[in-house]
C-alpha cells in the first residue's frame, strides 16, 4: 500500500516561487512513475508535470514548461516540483499521484494513477 503526503504549498506573489514535495512511503518508490496534476475552482483536474520510472524521463503541461522542473530524491523517497515565474493561473490544489505499473504509457492521463496525495493549495496573487 503506497501512500503520498504533498507539502509546500501556500500563498504567493505572481512571479515567485515555491516548491512543492511528495513524500512516498509503502514500497520501493524508484521504480515508479510520478505525476503532478492540479485543479482550480470549477475546472477539471489536469496534467502539470510527470517523471518516468524509466531514465526519470520528464513531461510538462505546456502551460508550465519553462517555468516548473519535476524531480525526485529515491534515497528520500519522495518527488518535487519546482515552481518559478508562478502566475495567478496556477492558482489550484495540487495533488501527486503515483502509477504501480511499469508498464510506458501516457503520464498525462490521470486514470493510469493508482494512488494520490490529499493535494497541497497554492494561491498565487496578482
Known amino acids: 500500500q503506497v501512500q503520498l503526503v504533498e507539502s509546500g504549498g501556500g500563498l504567493v506573489q505572481a512571479g515567485g516561487s515555491l516548491r512543492l514535495s511528495c513524500a512516498a512511503s509503502?514500497?520501493?518508490?524508484?521504480?515508479?512513475?510520478m505525476g503532478w496534476f492540479r485543479q482550480a475552482p470549477g475546472k477539471e483536474r489536469e496534467f502539470v508535470a510527470a517523471?518516468?520510472?524509466?531514465?526519470?524521463?520528464?513531461y510538462y503541461a505546456d502551460s508550465v514548461k519553462g517555468r516548473f522542473t519535476i524531480s525526485r530524491d529515491g534515497t528520500k523517497n519522495t518527488v518535487y516540483l519546482q515552481m518559478n515565474s508562478l502566475k495567478p493561473e496556477d492558482t489550484a490544489v495540487y495533488y501527486c499521484?503515483?502509477?504501480?505499473?511499469?508498464?510506458?504509457?501516457?503520464?498525462?492521463?490521470?486514470?493510469?494513477?493508482?494512488?494520490w496525495g490529499q493535494g497541497t493549495q497554492v494561491t498565487v496573487s496578482s
Open positions: 517523471i518516468s520510472w524509466s531514465f526519470d524521463m520528464a
Open positions: 509503502g514500497r520501493a518508490f524508484r521504480m515508479y512513475s
Open positions: 499521484a503515483v502509477d504501480l505499473s511499469t508498464l510506458l504509457r501516457d503520464l498525462r492521463r490521470a486514470q493510469y494513477y493508482d494512488t
